[in-house]
């Protein structure tokens, strides 16, 4: 709805429905408007409203801010971290990490599933014939 400047600039019969001339806001111009005073009623408490429930807004969002900034201030995070980091050893963190992951990788499986479907007495027969294949024996009795 347009911005409308409520005042009056002719005077006319007081009717139960006064129509006066307004003023309204359009592409950076006031141009004059009828309105009844039903409609100016209207449009000023539809305005109130409206700047009523963006105070509000501001108001919680402002609290909720300064509540949020108080609670991390009462909490002292920053200074709880950076004390809890000076008595901790990264290396000694990541040592243990690596520990426990050597520790407790399933080589077996991995080993089970690289073989999987291979049979190594066979794989050992092949290799032995293949080499004695190319191998020349020769037996001399004397």
Same mark, same amino acid.
């Given at each position: ?5 409520? =005042? ?6 007081? &009717?139960?429905n006064?129509?006066?001339?307004y003023?309204?806001h ?13 409609d ?13 429930v963006?105070k ?11 509540r ?8 002292n995070?920053q200074?709880?971290?950076?004390? =809890?980091?000076? &008595?901790?050893s +990264? ?9 426990n992951?050597?520790?407790n ?5 991995? +080993?089970?599933n690289?073989?999987?479907g291979?049979d190594?007495?066979?794989?050992? &027969?092949?290799?032995?014939?293949? =080499?004695?294949?190319d191998?020349?024996?020769k037996?001399?009795?004397?």
């Amino acid at each position: 709805m347009p911005a409308v400047c409520l =005042h009056s600039v002719s005077g006319e019969t007081e &009717t139960q429905n006064q129509m006066q001339t307004y003023y309204k806001h359009d592409n950076g111009t006031f141009i004059p408007a009828q309105i009844s005073s039903e409609d100016a009623i209207a449009i000023l408490t539809q305005s109130a409203v409206t700047n009523a429930v963006n105070k509000v807004n501001d108001i919680i969002i402002n609290e909720v801010i300064s509540r949020v900034k108080d609670a991390v201030s009462d909490a002292n995070i920053q200074s709880r971290v950076a004390s =809890h980091l000076e &008595t901790v050893s +990264i290396s000694d963190i990541l040592d243990e990490a690596v520990g426990n992951a050597v520790r407790n990788y399933d080589y077996d499986g991995v +080993i089970d599933n690289a073989l999987d479907g291979v049979d190594i007495d066979e794989m050992v &027969t092949d290799r032995i014939n293949d =080499h004695l294949g190319d191998c020349n024996i020769k037996i001399s009795i004397n």
